[in-house]
Every structure is written in structure tokens, then in C-alpha cells.
């Protein structure tokens, strides 16, 4: 045992003062909130990079009444004939185009949009948007309803998600869960490579250098393969704790820089009070409000979410899947003289991981308490991401006991199976590995 906490103290103090992992422990969330603030950014300067200026030919002289400007488009009346007016833009400037609306326009409900490049999609959508209200208009007053009517009859339903647990009905929002959902599978799949394969080129590393030699001179093959995974898991789970750490004291000091706890509140009170009104209301107007209202709901949404359920459920099968597919990397490692050999034996073992990471875009997310994602997340394989993608959704506290036990003899039988072959395989060298080499090391007795 003391030769075992030795190697994980060595595989751990090793990583953990590398250059590197500390750069990416504090770099990475402030990268994902760089990227974030970016494409927030970016987002905004093109949709102001996009205005388009549209000249408008109307020969009904009716609709150019009806069109109003927007920060995206602005029209222009022309007094000229269609001919005339392509003629005069074909030395315009990017951005600009002509909206045709033929006499017939009512009838038809069909028009010419005219532009110097390929017309942009946000901007024809929204073209395509004011004709359609001008349409309804017309239509309407020819049935009789006028505006007041409409605006009389007009409905905006909000819809507030409760989930009754032991008689007690508690907030429950769906798109949230499915966000954090995907979030964790996501992780969870990357992570279980990157460490897995850690595992699997320390190993090679240590096999082609012979230093493998010397250290089972000492130490038994079991006692090096669990050190190594061992401590390796301990460093990702370093990590993650200090992403977490990290990343809501930046959170914390980016949301008390933005905005106040005061306009919190009360931006809370104006979503309460303002949501049947908000229909009415001009998207200009509610604009101004977006960064108060966008960290208010996120505050309330996740209070709506057992956090401490899911940061510990997190690392529990974190953890279980980590120690599993360690256990079959260092298996590979073992039989392997370089990475390049590896890819025959890494995409079986991972087939289980991969397919499960696919459903949980899907199958999962739309259907979390049915019968596959409750075998899936069952499966020692497969149940460190369809545990996870359930969690936010709510899953009984004896579906998370079975399957973490289960995971756990899981991780026992696979490293029995994986032990066999690595303690063979870490003294072969230069003979390629096959299937049927490493089944007759599995049956090397001892």
C-alpha cells in the first residue's frame, strides 16, 4: 500500500507543478469568458456591420407608407421605374439594395428584392416579416378588425414550470437542465480522453525510456498501474475544483461589476410586472434592459436546480468512468511502443463513450427518465455521461446508488482484466500487438 501512495504521490507532485497545469487551471476560465464576452462582441458589431440601406420602388403606392426603418434596414422611396433605379445602384456600395413591389402585390403577395451582393438572410427575414404584418393588416381591415381590436384580443401566456417532489410543488425550469446537461456531457467526455490518454503516454513514455524496468524492479505492475491512475484522476480532480473556484469568483466579480444587486431586484420586479405588457412593447425600448434581466434570470434559474447534487454526482462518476477507462488505456499503453499503435485498440474501448456522448444530443435530452437512458446510465460504461445528462432532470436517489455501485464493480473487473495485460505488455517491445496477442497474455498465469 505504501509503495502505491508513493507512485500516486509522484504522478500527482509531478503534474501539479508543471508550468502547464497551473496556465491551464487559471488560464482556461478565463478563456471560456473571453470567448464568451467575444462572441457577444462580434455578434453585435455584425449585426451593425449589416444595415442595409433599401430603396423601395412601390407601384402601389401604398406599402412604402407602411414600411418603417430599423437599426438593420432603412428605406428609401424612388421615384423611378424598376430599370432606372438597377441602373443607377450597380455602381452602389455594398449593403444596398431594391425592394420591388409590383401592383399586384396584395394579390400575388410576391416581390423583387434587387441588392449589389448575395442578399443577407437576417436581412430578407426581416423584409420578409414587415411585408407580412402590412399584409395581415390589409386583411384584417377588410374583415372589419381594426387595431384596437387586435391589440383587445391580443394574449401573451406565460408558462411557469413546477416540479412536485414529495407532495411539494418547486420552481423547475427545462432549459436550463438541458444546458447543464449537455455542458456535462461535454466535459465529462473530453476530460475521460484527455486524462485517459495521459495515462496511456506516460506509460509508453516510461516503456520506450526502459525506465519501466527499474521501477518494477521495486514495485509490482498492479501497484504501477494504480499509482499512475490514481494519481493522474487526483490531478483532474485538482483541476476541475480549482475551475470551479475560479470561475464563480469571476463570475462573482463580473456580475457585481455589470450590475448591481439593486438593479437585480429590480429588474426581477419588471420581468413580474411587465410580462403581459411585453408584447406591446417595441424591441428597442426593452433593449436597454437586456444585461439586467439576462443576470437576473440566470441567478433565479439555477436556484431552481439541486447544484449540490449535481457538483457531487459530477465528480462521483466523473471519477468511476475515469478510473474504468484508465484502467483500459493503461492496458493499451502497455501493449503498445508508440501512440500511432494505439488507435486500433483506444476506438474500440471508447465506442461505449462515443455513443453515449451522440445520445446525449438527443435520445437523452428528450427523454431522460426512459428506458435507455436509464440502462444506459446503468451501464459501467456508459453511465458516467447518461448519469450525468439525467441529474439536472431530476433522477430517483436509487437509480444514482445502483448505478455508482455499479460503476464501481464496473471499474474492479475492468482493472482485474486490464492488470493482466499490462503486467505482460509493459516488458514486450518491438513485437506488434495484436487482439489475439493480448488475449494470450490475459491467460499468462502468474
Known amino acids: 500500500m505504501n509503495k502505491i501512495k508513493l507512485i500516486i504521490q509522484r504522478e500527482y507532485l509531478t503534474r501539479v507543478r508543471k508550468k502547464s497545469f497551473l496556465l491551464t487551471t487559471f488560464l482556461v476560465p478565463l478563456f471560456f469568458i473571453a470567448m464568451y464576452v467575444g462572441v457577444i462582441f462580434l455578434t453585435k458589431k455584425s449585426f451593425d456591420e449589416s444595415h442595409t440601406v433599401v430603396y423601395i420602388v ?29 441602373k443607377s445602384i450597380n455602381s452602389a456600395k455594398d449593403n444596398t439594395s431594391i425592394l420591388h413591389i409590383p401592383r399586384d402585390f396584395y394579390d400575388r403577395e410576391s416581390v423583387e428584392f434587387l441588392s449589389v451582393d448575395k442578399p443577407n438572410i437576417s436581412t430578407e427575414a426581416e423584409i420578409r416579416d414587415s411585408l407580412n404584418r402590412i399584409i395581415k393588416d390589409k386583411k384584417y381591415e377588410s374583415y372589419g378588425i381594426t387595431k384596437d381590436m387586435r391589440r383587445a384580443i391580443k394574449s401573451n401566456v406565460v408558462i411557469k414550470s413546477k416540479e412536485i417532489k414529495d407532495g411539494t410543488a418547486t420552481e423547475s425550469n427545462t432549459e436550463v437542465a438541458m444546458a447543464i446537461s449537455l455542458a456535462l456531457s461535454i466535459l465529462v467526455y473530453i476530460s475521460l480522453f484527455l486524462y485517459g490518454s495521459q495515462v496511456m503516454r506516460g506509460i509508453i513514455e516510461e516503456k520506450n525510456s526502459r525506465i519501466i524496468e527499474v521501477i518494477i524492479s521495486s514495485v509490482k505492475p498492479f501497484q504501477l498501474m494504480m499509482g499512475k491512475i490514481i494519481g493522474i484522476g487526483l490531478v483532474g480532480l485538482t483541476q476541475f475544483a480549482l475551475w470551479i473556484i475560479v470561475s464563480i ?8 461589476t455589470i450590475v448591481s444587486k439593486e438593479d437585480l431586484a429590480n429588474q426581477l420586479m419588471q420581468n413580474k410586472t411587465q410580462q403581459i405588457g411585453m408584447a406591446d412593447t417595441p424591441i428597442d425600448q426593452t433593449s436597454s434592459s437586456f444585461d439586467g434581466e439576462t443576470f437576473a434570470e440566470i441567478i433565479g434559474l439555477l436556484q431552481t436546480l439541486n447544484l449540490t447534487e449535481i457538483v457531487v454526482c459530477f465528480f462521483v462518476f466523473f471519477l468511476g468512468g475515469y478510473l474504468i477507462y484508465s484502467a483500459l488505456f493503461a492496458a493499451v499503453g502497455s501493449a503498445v511502443d508508440s501512440e500511432t499503435e494505439a488507435s486500433q485498440f483506444t476506438l474500440p474501448i471508447t465506442m461505449p463513450l462515443l455513443l453515449t456522448y451522440a445520445l446525449s444530443f438527443g435520445v437523452l435530452i428528450n427523454n431522460p427518465h426512459g428506458s435507455v437512458a436509464m440502462w444506459l446510465s446503468f451501464i459501467p460504461f456508459t453511465s458516467p455521461i447518461a448519469m450525468l445528462v439525467r441529474i439536472p432532470f431530476g433522477v430517483p436517489t436509487w437509480q444514482i446508488i445502483i448505478s455508482a455501485i455499479l460503476l464501481i464493480l464496473g471499474f474492479i473487473l475492468t482493472t482485474w482484466f486490464a492488470a493482466r495485460i499490462y503486467r505482460v505488455g509493459i516488458l514486450m517491445y518491438g513485437k506488434k500487438a495484436s487482439y489475439k496477442e493480448l488475449i494470450k497474455w490475459f491467460k499468462y498465469k502468474s
Not at 59 to 71: E, G, R
Open 58 to 86: 412601390d407601384d402601389t403606392n401604398d406599402v412604402i407608407n407602411k414600411l418603417n426603418s430599423s437599426k438593420n434596414v432603412t428605406y428609401l422611396k424612388e421615384n423611378q421605374d424598376i430599370q432606372q433605379q438597377i
Open 249 to 256: 469568483t469571476l463570475a462573482g466579480i463580473a456580475s457585481s
